[in-house]
């Protein structure tokens, strides 16, 4: 709170602070702002789906990168390898093993990707940025990749639904409901 001084003038102003309380929860050590309590953000998942509009993520995430030194990892998740135009599907088992196949999509899809890296680069990003392209259901694989992945941050983009029950069950509150990490969705 803030009292004005005898002498009428309003641009002096006399700091008062608040006393914290229970109620209040000021003096609570986990969500007081503090230089400790400031978390830091190393490594963020951006999600793309391909579409011009999901562009619209990197420019939040390099302007985020830039500020904190965070890597960026973008993924994009493919129902079916068929989806990808032009793309083919090579994989390298380890010692004759179908359980460690590597797998390496090529085509169209991987020059895109390195479309939007060098755009990140213009954009002023000197972080380090990878891809990942994973085929499966977008939801459950988006979860999997956070959960092992180490990420302080999840970028995505969200589309405008025009109803409220739309809203509720949307891919983006199912994401945020299965993930521990803060999320930013852009509209």
């Known amino acids: 709170m803030a009292d004005k001084k005898e002498n009428g003038n309003s641009s002096d ?9 229970k109620e209040t929860g000021f003096g609570s050590e986990t969500s007081s702002i503090s230089k400790e309590n400031v978390p830091s953000i190393s490594k963020i998942l951006i999600t793309d789906d391909g579409k ?4 619209k993520v990197f420019n939040y995430a390099v302007s985020i990168s830039k500020y904190s030194g965070a890597e960026l990892q973008i993924l994009r998740i493919l129902e079916k390898l068929e989806k990808i135009e032009g793309a083919s599907l090579e994989g ?5 093993s179908n359980k460690n196949i590597k797998q390496e999509v090529k085509g ?6 390195e479309l939007k890296v060098k755009r990140c680069r213009e954009a002023g990003c000197e972080n380090k940025i990878s891809y990942k392209f994973k085929v ?3 939801l459950e694989e988006i979860v999997k990749e956070i959960k092992v992945g180490n990420y302080d941050l999840l970028i ?9 029950v739309r809203a509720l069950f949307s891919s983006a509150r199912k994401i945020i409901g299965n993930v521990d990490i803060p999320v930013l969705v852009i509209r």
Not at 156 to 164: F, N, Q
């Open 52 to 55: 011009d509009e999901s562009n």
């Open 13 to 21: 102003i006399e700091k008062t602070s608040l006393k914290p309380t």
């Open 136 to 138: 499966g259901n977008p």
């Open 156 to 164: 995505l983009r969200s589309v405008h639904l025009d109803s409220g």
């Open 92 to 96: 390298v088992s380890a010692q004759g």
């Open 108 to 113: 169209p899809a991987i020059e895109e990707m």
